[in-house]
């Protein structure tokens, strides 16, 4: 298992500002991956990081809104940028180790943007 | 249509209650069926996951893949408040490392 910290664990942003969520593992791992949970939807896949290499967006996500930053095989941060309210949701980071049967999660980012 | 289709709830039941959760898929090349549970505030933890179709039990949960009918199911057995949460499916193709959710059904277990 792992324990998976993410800061800030709720915030409250203004549109049109851009917020960074971080994400940090016990433990080393090769790929890190960021979802989204709206309310009343499925959790979706953003990205995944691997370290040392640009991440990979799913369909429906940009770079340029959602930049990743994968520094080293234990942090990863994302960006939330040019905030507008359709961006409220929790922001989740997640790990497996070996296949996606055992993936974890941190306890997510609460963002309101109003 | 949804890939998978998972009724939100809420689900109300007494305490010692059997529960049964459920989801559909359309498909069929899933072949990782995995049921995680979200308290309020804290991220989706894993329970289990089962591999094609079958039974799979872990004290009072368990898990049911039917793979005929593209259902799966997780049942809770002596339900306890402490199980209030919401309980979201997950799949897995054999090619791919890409979790599909459902979208969680809320289960409240009141005492």
């Known amino acids: 298992s792992a324990v998976i910290s993410q800061k800030p664990s709720r915030d409250i942003c203004q549109r049109g500002t851009s917020l960074t969520i971080q994400c940090q593992v016990d433990?080393?791992?090769?790929?890190m991956f960021w979802y989204r949970q709206q309310p009343g939807q499925s959790l979706t896949l953003i990205a995944t990081?691997?370290?040392?290499?640009?991440?990979?967006?799913e369909s429906g996500f940009v770079i340029d809104k959602f930049p990743i930053s994968r520094p080293n095989l234990t942090f990863s941060t994302l960006t939330v940028s040019n905030m507008s309210p359709e961006d409220s949701s929790i922001y989740l980071c997640s790990v497996e180790f070996g296949r996606a049967t055992e993936a974890f999660f941190g306890q997510g980012t609460r963002l309101t943007v109003v | 249509q949804k890939e998978v289709e998972q009724d939100p709830g809420p689900l109300s039941v007494p305490e010692g209650a059997i529960v049964s959760l459920n989801c559909t898929y359309s498909?069929?090349?899933?072949?990782?069926f995995m049921w995680y549970r979200q308290y309020s505030r804290k991220g989706p933890e894993l329970l289990m996951y089962t591999y094609s179709s079958g039974n799979k039990e872990d004290g009072r949960f368990t898990a049911q893949v039917d793979k005929s009918s593209k259902y799966i199911s997780l049942f809770i057995r002596d339900s306890q408040p402490s199980d209030s949460a919401t309980y979201l499916c997950a799949m897995l193709r054999g090619d791919t490392d890409k979790l599909i959710f459902g979208t969680g059904t809320r289960l409240q277990v009141f005492p």
């Open positions: 498909n069929s090349a899933f072949q990782y």
């Open positions: 990081a691997n370290q040392g290499s640009e991440a990979t967006y």
């Open positions: 433990s080393q791992v090769t790929m």
